[in-house]
């Protein structure tokens, strides 16, 4: 099989997972499998609570490259792969695998997919969304607040103290080597059909 992988790049709560799915709809849910990076975090079992907590999970050293890597280049080899379920209340991995099979098109998306040479060398197309800081934090707090179970005091400490700096650091720099930077406000679908634009001169005959 002949695949394409095109990944998503931006800061929490930039829209990559909206844009997965207008790429879905776009291209037809038989033709594309995605892969979200943040299922990747590592499970380091051999701390406890308090200890997992302390962890700067917003570094790219707290996500597994390698198991990303290898499911990256099995979806592109024609394998199935599963990806680990990830509990973001106890950072802790649940044990279970949500099987994906491979498809013509990879959706690779996640914050710091740009901070790790190895996928980079990957992408066949990279999309960076740039989305102002006080909209991705109005958006991250009512994700965390509502389906992570933590308290908006919490939410905004992490990101005054890890998430904007380590923004800063290591994934605003993947907008100046991305193919494709989107510029906030967008909408989805209209972006997703110049997605779909920049994927056909990479393989014109096949994109549907």
């Known amino acids: 099989m002949d695949v394409l992988v095109c990944g998503l790049i931006g800061g929490s709560g930039s829209g990559k997972s909206t844009l997965a799915r207008s790429l879905i709809d776009a ?4 033709q594309v499998a995605v892969l979200p ?3 990747y975090y590592r499970d380091l079992a051999e701390l406890d609570s308090v200890g997992r907590g302390g962890v ?7 996500l597994d490259v390698d198991l990303f890597v290898d499911h990256l280049d099995g979806l592109r080899g024609g394998r199935a792969v599963g990806v680990p379920v990830y509990d973001f209340s106890r950072h802790r991995r649940t ?8 498809r013509p098109y990879v ?3 996640g914050i710091l997919l740009g901070a790790s040479g190895e996928i980079r060398r990957r992408l ?24 992570r179970g933590r ?8 990101f005054r103290e890890s998430v904007a700096p380590m923004h800063r650091l290591f994934v605003q720099p993947g907008a100046a ?21 920049s994927l056909e001169r990479v393989r014109p005959s096949t994109v549907v």
């Open 95 to 102: 044990g279970e695998w949500v099987p994906v099979e491979p």
């Open 27 to 30: 291209l037809g849910p038989d």
């Open 56 to 62: 700067n999970w917003d570094h790219p050293d707290s």
């Open 151 to 158: 308290t908006p005091a919490d939410v905004e400490r992490q």
């Open 37 to 39: 990076f943040d299922a």
């Open 107 to 109: 959706v690779a998306e």
């Open 177 to 197: 080597a991305a193919d494709l930077v989107v510029e906030h406000p967008f909408d989805p679908s209209h972006i997703a059909g110049r997605v779909v634009r």
């Open 124 to 147: 066949d197309l990279s999309v960076f969304l740039d989305v102002p800081e006080q909209v991705r934090f109005a958006r991250r707090l009512h994700r965390d607040v509502a389906e």
